[in-house]
């Protein structure tokens, strides 16, 4: 099993959309996987400290990948070969990044119980994003009655993104696993989700 660390924050597009650039090759004795940061997977964004009101982390769910590289397009001669540039120039060969965009989807109140929608606090710049475990993942999914509860999904639909149908399709079919007992009801918002990718890019 990998490292749960994934990266840090690096900016932020909106109050809960967020870039993480992931952390690569030196970094980590252990540096993530593409499978630790793909598309759908949830992750905690550690904010620094307990705040007023205790809440310590976010909860966010990776929806997007871009990565950076400076060098392409750059077919211009070089003054030295590759060999050297990571002798004489090490730090021109750590431009290139992976960076996932994530959407805070709750967080954790002063008892530790995790919360869905908005948060009203925000991370700050290095924040540290890890994946959620197993056991995270079900208990930020169940309600005080123990009930399984999505209600960031009207979030995810308000961003008006073309990958949120499948990203919620994505994780309806994940929960189904974690929660057979309520797989029929998932299975009808999966039902619907699919009708609706297909009606509406007909227009």
């Known amino acids: 099993m990998t490292n749960s660390a994934i ?5 932020s597009n909106t109050h809960i959309d967020y870039v993480c650039q992931v952390y690569g090759r030196g970094e980590l004795v252990t540096p993530p996987l593409p499978i ?3 598309f759908g997977e949830f992750v905690a964004i550690e904010l620094n400290g307990a705040t007023d009101d205790g809440c310590n982390l976010l ?17 211009g001669p070089r003054l030295s070969p590759r060999g050297e540039q990571e002798i004489f120039t090490p730090d021109y060969l750590n431009e290139t990044a992976t960076l996932v965009g994530i959407i805070a989807v709750g967080w954790h109140d ?22 959620l475990s197993e056991s995270e993942l079900a208990q930020f ?3 005080e009655s123990g009930r399984l509860a999505l209600r960031y999904a009207s979030v995810l639909m308000g961003m008006q993104n073309p990958v949120v149908t499948q990203l919620l399709i994505n994780v309806i079919d994940r929960l189904s696993q974690r929660f057979p007992e309520q797989r029929g009801q998932l299975q009808v918002m999966r039902n619907n989700l699919a009708w609706r990718s297909i009606v509406q890019p007909a227009g």
Do not use: C, M, S, W
């Open 7 to 11: 990266g840090k924050v690096v900016k």
């Open 36 to 38: 630790d940061y793909a």
């Open 59 to 75: 909860v966010g769910i990776i929806y997007n990948t871009l990565l950076l590289n400076p060098e392409f397009g750059n077919t």
């Open 110 to 131: 002063a008892e530790g119980h995790p919360q869905q929608g908005v948060p009203a606090l925000a991370a700050e710049v290095d924040a540290p994003v890890r994946r």
């Open 141 to 143: 999914h169940r309600d």
